[in-house]
Nanobody, 124 residues
Framework: QVQLVESGGGLVQAGGSLRLSCAAS????????MGWFRQAPGKERELVAA????????YDADSVKGRFTLSRDNAKNTVYLQMNSLKPEDTDVYYC?????????????????WGQGTQVTVAS
């Protein structure tokens, strides 16, 4: 089992930037494809971005293309989500997720491990 802890959320003005981090412990981090999802109250959890074990394959939601960048540092057991040009509609709780496969997945149900979430609020 792997434990995931997110950090880096907060309040930012529209157009600003935040970097979310997800630190993993418990198992070999490089064995897991990772993803970031977000969820608003009453809505389903949706993919923001995902990355393969090696970092060679990434998926981005259309809504964040060109603004968000997902990366991982397997030596530090951490995955990062750099969020630039933030918009009020990016306001959500952001969750880090892991799955013990080579490639990432686009649906939340394909991930086995989840962090507690971190709130991102973008003020207009």
């Amino acid at each position: 089992q792997v434990q995931l802890v997110e950090s880096g959320g907060g309040l930012v003005q529209a157009g600003g930037s935040l970097r979310l981090s997800c630190a993993a412990s418990g198992r070999t981090f490089s064995n897991y494809a990772m993803g970031w999802f977000r969820q608003a109250p009453g809505k389903e959890r949706e993919l923001v971005a995902a990355i393969s074990r090696s970092g060679s394959i990434t998926y981005d939601a259309d809504s964040v293309k060109g603004r968000f960048t997902l990366s991982r540092d397997n030596a530090k057991n951490t995955v990062y989500l750099q969020m630039n040009s933030l918009k009020p509609e990016d306001t959500d709780v952001y969750y880090c997720a892991g799955r013990p496969f080579t490639n990432p997945a686009r649906v939340a149900e394909s991930y086995d491990y989840w962090g507690q979430g971190t709130q991102v609020t973008v003020a207009s």
